[in-house]
């Protein structure tokens, strides 16, 4: 994946980093073997549409092949081959990648999601409005906290920030990256114990989140705690180090 990055290396998802990642969740769930997972995530990430279309996108695991249906077209993540326009069967492996209750919260969360990526640059404060319309259909959805998140952190309003931060972890649970981006908020906030909390909660999740034990790392050395500096600069540059 490809995600942009907003202040201090926090990150940013796109639609189509969003939706290969839950895909890759879902079809490892369905136990398609997994290199054909690697192999279909890799075409789907290529041949994605820019914008999520009205009538949704999902991925459906019809035996040992990855069938993506985007609008009314249907076709095999691996090859781009289209496939006849008929239901999948649920007891064969169907699967919603968009989570959603009805077709049209579906469309209406993924499509203001996908607006607030496109206003980010131009118009950040319809950026917000539109990530926050999104959390109004989806409270669960990830990509719009954090992205919100950050949007407010960018802009100074850093109490605003940590609570659209603390409302996704009570939401979403301990994801990495939205403990990560708290880490980042509230170091700049001050509050360095309470950051270092949340890079140590991050790296429970995920102990491979390099820029995460990057962070850790300064954050340790400036409360002068030398060896765990050292201890996670030297995990940092394990992770990093090319073919880690």
Known sequence: ???????????????????????????????????????????????????????????????DRVVVKDGARRWQA??????????????AGSLAVIARGDASAASSAADWFERGCELERRDPEAAREAYERVLQ??????????NLGRLLHEKGRLAEGERVYRRALLACGNEPLLLYNLGVLLEDMGRKSAAMDAYEKALREDPRFADCHYNLA????????????LKHMAQYRRLVKPGA
Request: charged share 25%; aromatic share 6%; proline share 9%.
């Open 218 to 229: 300064l954050l340790c050395k400036s409360l002068g705690r030398p060896k765990q500096a």
């Open 137 to 146: 259909v989806e409270p669960v959805h990830a990509g719009a906290h954090v």
């Open 1 to 63: 994946m490809t995600p942009a990055r907003g202040p201090r290396k926090s990150w940013l998802f796109s639609f189509r980093d969003l939706i290969v990642l839950r895909t890759a969740q879902a079809l490892a769930q369905a136990q398609i073997p997994p290199r054909r997972i690697n192999r279909s995530l890799k075409e789907l990430k290529r041949r994605l549409p820019d914008a999520m279309p009205l009538s949704g996108l999902s991925i459906e695991a019809q035996g």
């Open 78 to 91: 691996d090859s781009g081959q289209y496939v006849l326009d008929f239901e999948g069967d649920p007891s």
